[in-house]
């Protein structure tokens, strides 16, 4: 069975400052991989998805999240945190097609930036 | 519709009633999924449609828990008898068939006093 971990429940930075949240995932083929954000009170936004190729993708907001393969993690990254950049962060894996089970999603990172 | 729509926003409701969600997807998105984000989890898998097949049910909690979709567009969560392990927020979330990214609603968050 599939799984994510986000071995971060919270992480607290400065603003301007950098910021990587980890995702580690299990997954028997090559995964499809999300990251999702999700504001108080709002359902979940797309920040970025890896597919296949580029190993380095971009997404909104200057987010960008590298696979590495044999490490098994789709790490976030953005080179310079803004206060609205304060949410929840969820990691996310499928499989090819969709899927019934839709995506498997890790238990969240809780970001706190700091004025 | 542009987007997701879910209604209620918000439901606060007494031990032992019944409730429904409401979820209006993305014209022309043939999925489906109803989430459940408990305080401090991740999304627990609910339901999930696809077309006019049987729904996908394997992650409802347990029989007081059911859906439906009628016509292939607008979906109701009811849960039954409810209790207090109950309250989370119920996200719905559609995609285009055979695809992988999912589009949320911004959830109906319920209570249970």
């Known amino acids: 069975a599939q799984s994510v971990t986000q071995p971060d429940i919270h992480i607290t930075v400065s603003e301007g400052a950098s910021l990587e949240l980890r995702c580690n995932y299990s997954?028997?083929?090559?995964?499809?991989l999300f990251w999702y954000v999700q504001s108080p009170g709002q359902g979940l936004q797309l920040l970025l998805k890896?597919?296949?190729?580029?190993?380095l993708v971009q997404g909104i907001k200057g987010f960008e999240a590298e696979f590495k393969r044999s490490q098994s993690s789709f790490n976030l990254r953005k080179p310079s945190v803004h206060w609205s950049d304060a949410a929840e962060y969820f990691c996310?894996?499928?499989?090819?097609?969709?899927?019934?089970?839709?995506?498997?999603f890790g238990k969240g990172t809780h970001l706190i930036i700091q004025p | 519709g542009a987007g997701v729509s879910q209604s209620p926003s918000n439901k606060v409701t007494e031990k032992g009633k019944d409730v429904e969600l409401r979820c209006d997807p993305i014209?022309?998105?043939?999925?489906l999924y109803w989430y459940r984000q408990s305080l401090g989890q991740g999304l627990e898998f609910l339901i999930y449609?696809?077309?006019?097949?049987?729904?996908?049910k394997s992650g409802l909690p347990s029989d007081r828990f059911s859906a439906e979709r009628t016509g292939g567009s607008v979906s109701t969560l009811t849960i039954q008898r409810t209790q207090q392990e109950d309250s989370a927020v119920y996200l719905c979330?559609?995609?285009?068939?055979?695809?992988?990214?999912?589009?949320f609603g911004a959830g109906s968050r319920l209570t249970v006093l």
């Open positions: 979330a559609s995609s285009l068939v055979g695809a992988n990214v999912l589009t």
């Open positions: 014209s022309g998105h043939t999925a």
């Open positions: 996310a894996v499928g499989e090819e097609g969709g899927g019934a089970d839709g995506l498997t």
């Open positions: 890896y597919f296949s190729g580029d190993t």
């Open positions: 449609f696809q077309g006019n097949s049987a729904p996908d």
């Open positions: 997954y028997g083929a090559t995964p499809y």
